[in-house]
């Protein structure tokens, strides 16, 4: 395996799990950031306001974005499969 092969590998899965995880985590921030300032403007500070929706809006990102994130990883695992017989041979 040259240098520049294993480069690669690990860029390529370094970016698909920054890909991955960008799905769940941007949607989770941008509603943290709405319900901030709604409990800015109102003087209430509970703490489930905050939580429960981000952890289910975390839960249906994971159901209507399942199948993508699933496709990603199983190309990247193609790619590796590709990659393999070139690290050890």
Do not use: C, N
């Amino acid at each position: 395996m040259t240098p520049e092969m294993s480069v690669e590998l690990i860029a390529s899965a370094v970016y698909t799990i920054i890909k991955l995880i960008l799905v769940l985590i941007v949607p989770g921030l941008i509603l943290g950031i709405v319900v901030a300032i709604i409990q800015g403007a109102t003087s209430i500070q509970e703490q489930t306001l905050t939580f429960l929706p981000r952890m289910l809006l975390t839960l249906l990102m994971i159901v209507f974005a399942g199948h993508w994130m699933l496709q990603v990883m199983i190309d990247w695992f193609d790619k590796l499969k590709f990659m393999l017989p070139g690290v050890f041979g």
